[in-house]
């Protein structure tokens, strides 16, 4: 008879053998046997606070590093919490496993407690969704886990394992990692999408999506560069591009700035490499016209399956975005000189539609950008949640290019501090930021207590303007003067950082930002600003008495 492991040992065998050094979650009896398994291993598992902010964290360790972010919770409410996070790396494109504890076979379909049927539930959120109830198929499941969740377009997997396929033992153990996969184009598409670009006298590449590489982004400036092609990045997507540039000429996304409306209107061929054509890089799908595009479009795309799906396509090509423009890297477009008067038209209305005017109240942020601007380090990873204070970090700062973006693309409130966890265990000696709103921190402020316990405290920024102000701006616009349930009564920021063992000051005038900032910056427990914002301003261009005219 063969060496026999029991279930829970072969899920860790599983993430040692795939490289894995970090896991997030929160305990579960359901899973107590993996709990277990990783007591002899090496792998640093990060206690959270609630499944949710587990499930952020694994999702921005997939984007910041490439490999599969590993989810641990329990049953039921552990899996809802984590469905949050699930959608985030989902619509993010970015590689997840989530594991599951689940109720043992012999109690299924009795509505035992906790009880969830995760096909059904998960299934709309994630690449695929299954639970293993053979322990002899556990090693082959989790291997296949983690292809998939690499594969074509990255996104999250998940595994529900029963308690007793936990225990149970088995021969079978083989845990050896599958070889990644990713869709490569031929040199005949390569050929197409150079002759398309060729053709043109305005084109724009736009970029987004998940598995970029270090080496895509150095490739991608170099190829715009070397063909004098303009790029504007998707939404949220702003560190595939150096910001300073002068081929990077826009972030095309939710309030999106004037000059890259027309950047991308005005284009006669629009190379989408990675992106979706989503909502929100399309202005709602008002900037290309949806039957009879003036624009020709190329698309390249991981999944063959998002190809042509929004847009009639000139040129489809099935390939991963860092691959693709690797290969793209050496070519030479001609006619550069025709497209010269083009892209520098492009960066110029760039340049003159950046910045905010001087901000009223006390507090000037647009004072305070320009400051991180000129003083956080080139390396710097800025995170966010969802609210118009990501507005902040979003349109008002320029990421070089070695800083890191960590943002939701499904808007997400609560994302942002999470995922500078997750930032700051990836790379603990970086400067990380977290630029959160009053309503957004409170989604998921208890991860405080998570990256003080595990060492990994990032600096928050905490825009208070004492209302939920994403929506208050749509009530304003549609409902003027008609306020429900927007305002907010917060608690005291800086009392609770504290109490977490952090760094931690209020910050009302403009004057105090850069000094504060400094002592934030040199805390060896990380640190919390809390910035108190006009509560009439709703983003830095208008105030309530816009909206409501």
């Given at each position: 008879?063969?060496?026999?492991?029991?279930?829970?040992?072969?899920?860790?065998?599983?993430?040692?053998?795939?490289?894995?050094?970090?896991?997030?979650?929160?305990?579960?009896?359901?899973?107590?046997?993996?709990?277990?398994?990783?007591?002899?291993?090496?792998?640093?598992?990060?206690?959270?606070?609630?499944?949710?902010?587990?499930?952020?964290?694994?999702?921005?360790?997939?984007?910041?590093?490439?490999?599969?972010?590993?989810?641990?919770?329990?049953?039921?409410?552990?899996?809802?919490?984590?469905?949050?996070?699930i959608h985030a790396a989902r619509e993010n494109s970015q590689p997840v496993v989530v594991l599951i504890g689940q109720v043992s076979t012999h109690e299924m379909g009795r509505e035992a407690f906790q009880e969830v049927d995760y096909r059904r539930f998960l299934g709309p959120l994630?690449?695929?969704?299954?639970?293993?109830?053979?322990?002899?198929?556990?090693?082959?499941?989790?291997?296949?886990?983690?292809?998939?969740?690499?594969?074509?377009?990255?996104?999250?997997?998940?595994?529900?394992?029963?308690?007793?396929?936990?225990?149970?033992?088995?021969?079978?153990?083989?845990?050896?990692?599958?070889?990644?996969?990713?869709?490569?184009?031929?040199?005949?598409?390569?050929?197409?999408?150079?002759?398309?670009?060729?053709?043109?006298?305005?084109?724009?590449?736009?970029?987004?999506?998940?598995?970029?590489?270090?080496?895509?982004?150095?490739?991608?400036?170099?190829?715009?560069?070397?063909?004098?092609?303009?790029?504007?990045?998707?939404?949220?997507?702003?560190?595939?591009?150096?910001?300073?540039?002068?081929?990077?000429?826009?972030?095309?996304?939710?309030?999106?700035?004037?000059?890259?409306?027309?950047?991308?209107?005005?284009?006669?061929?629009?190379?989408?490499?990675?992106?979706?054509?989503?909502?929100?890089?399309?202005?709602?799908w008002t900037l290309i016209d949806l039957n009879e595009p003036e624009q020709r479009i190329v698309h390249v795309h991981p999944e063959r399956t998002q190809i042509g799906r929004i847009y009639p396509t000139t040129v489809g090509v099935c390939g991963d975005p860092s691959v693709t423009?690797?290969?793209?890297?050496?070519?030479?477009?001609?006619?550069?000189?025709?497209?010269?008067?083009?892209?520098?038209?492009?960066?110029?209305?760039?340049?003159?539609?950046?910045?905010?005017?001087?901000?009223?109240?006390?507090?000037?942020?647009?004072?305070?950008?320009?400051?991180?601007?000129?003083?956080?380090?080139?390396?710097?990873?800025?995170?966010?949640?969802?609210?118009?204070?990501?507005?902040?970090?979003?349109?008002?700062?320029?990421?070089?290019?070695?800083?890191?973006?960590?943002?939701?693309?499904?808007?997400?409130?609560?994302?942002?501090?999470?995922?500078?966890?997750?930032?700051?265990?990836?790379?603990?000696?970086?400067?990380?930021?977290?630029?959160?709103?009053?309503?957004?921190?409170?989604?998921?402020?208890?991860?405080?207590?998570?990256?003080?316990q595990a060492g990994l405290e990032p600096i928050v920024l905490v825009f208070d303007n004492a209302m939920y102000g994403t929506i208050r701006a749509h009530q304003e616009r549609n409902y003027p003067e008609r306020i429900s349930g927007t305002p907010i009564v917060n608690p005291d920021?800086?009392?609770?950082?504290?109490?977490?063992?952090?760094?931690?000051?209020?910050?009302?005038?403009?004057?105090?930002?850069?000094?504060?900032?400094?002592?934030?910056?040199?805390?060896?427990?990380?640190?919390?600003?809390?910035?108190?914002?006009?509560?009439?301003?709703?983003?830095?261009?208008?105030?309530?008495?816009?909206?409501?005219?």
């Amino acid at each position: 008879m063969g060496a026999t492991r029991t279930g829970g040992q072969i899920v860790v065998d599983t993430l040692v053998s795939h490289g894995v050094t970090h896991a997030f979650g929160v305990p579960g009896e359901s899973y107590l046997a993996v709990l277990d398994a990783l007591h002899d291993t090496d792998i640093n598992f990060v206690i959270c606070r609630q499944e949710g902010g587990a499930a952020y964290m694994a999702e921005a360790w997939g984007r910041l590093t490439g490999s599969p972010g590993i989810c641990l919770v329990t049953r039921g409410p552990g899996a809802t919490n984590a469905s949050v996070g699930i959608h985030a790396a989902r619509e993010n494109s970015q590689p997840v496993v989530v594991l599951i504890g689940q109720v043992s076979t012999h109690e299924m379909g009795r509505e035992a407690f906790q009880e969830v049927d995760y096909r059904r539930f998960l299934g709309p959120l994630t690449k695929w969704v299954t639970q293993v109830d053979d322990v002899d198929d556990l090693a082959e499941t989790m291997q296949y886990a983690f292809k998939i969740a690499v594969s074509g377009r990255p996104g999250p997997v998940a595994v529900a394992l029963p308690e007793d396929m936990l225990r149970a033992s088995t021969e079978v153990t083989n845990v050896a990692p599958f070889e990644v996969e990713r869709a490569t184009p031929t040199s005949t598409e390569i050929d197409a999408i150079v002759a398309e670009l060729a053709g043109a006298e305005r084109p724009v590449i736009i970029a987004g999506g998940g598995r970029w590489t270090l080496d895509a982004r150095a490739d991608l400036a170099a190829f715009a560069e070397t063909n004098d092609i303009p790029v504007v990045t998707a939404w949220r997507f702003h560190d595939l591009m150096d910001n300073h540039s002068d081929h990077y000429v826009g972030e095309a996304g939710i309030s999106m700035l004037a000059p890259v409306r027309d950047t991308i209107i005005d284009a006669d061929v629009i190379v989408g490499l990675g992106i979706r054509f989503g909502e929100m890089t399309t202005a709602a799908w008002t900037l290309i016209d949806l039957n009879e595009p003036e624009q020709r479009i190329v698309h390249v795309h991981p999944e063959r399956t998002q190809i042509g799906r929004i847009y009639p396509t000139t040129v489809g090509v099935c390939g991963d975005p860092s691959v693709t423009i690797g290969l793209l890297r050496n070519r030479t477009v001609t006619g550069a000189a025709q497209r010269a008067e083009w892209r520098a038209t492009r960066r110029a209305a760039f340049l003159d539609g950046f910045g905010a005017p001087p901000q009223p109240g006390d507090l000037d942020m647009a004072e305070g950008m320009r400051w991180l601007e000129a003083n956080l380090p080139d390396d710097v990873i800025i995170t966010n949640g969802a609210g118009n204070f990501s507005i902040w970090n979003g349109k008002l700062f320029r990421y070089g290019a070695d800083a890191r973006l960590l943002a939701p693309q499904n808007g997400t409130m609560g994302y942002g501090l999470p995922a500078a966890i997750a930032a700051k265990a990836a790379h603990p000696d970086r400067t990380v930021i977290c630029f959160a709103g009053d309503g957004d921190l409170q989604m998921t402020m208890q991860e405080l207590g998570t990256a003080r316990q595990a060492g990994l405290e990032p600096i928050v920024l905490v825009f208070d303007n004492a209302m939920y102000g994403t929506i208050r701006a749509h009530q304003e616009r549609n409902y003027p003067e008609r306020i429900s349930g927007t305002p907010i009564v917060n608690p005291d920021f800086v009392a609770i950082a504290e109490a977490y063992g952090m760094h931690a000051e209020r910050v009302e005038r403009t004057a105090q930002f850069g000094p504060a900032m400094e002592r934030a910056m040199a805390s060896p427990t990380g640190a919390l600003l809390h910035l108190l914002m006009p509560p009439d301003r709703l983003t830095p261009w208008a105030s309530v008495d816009d909206f409501r005219a």
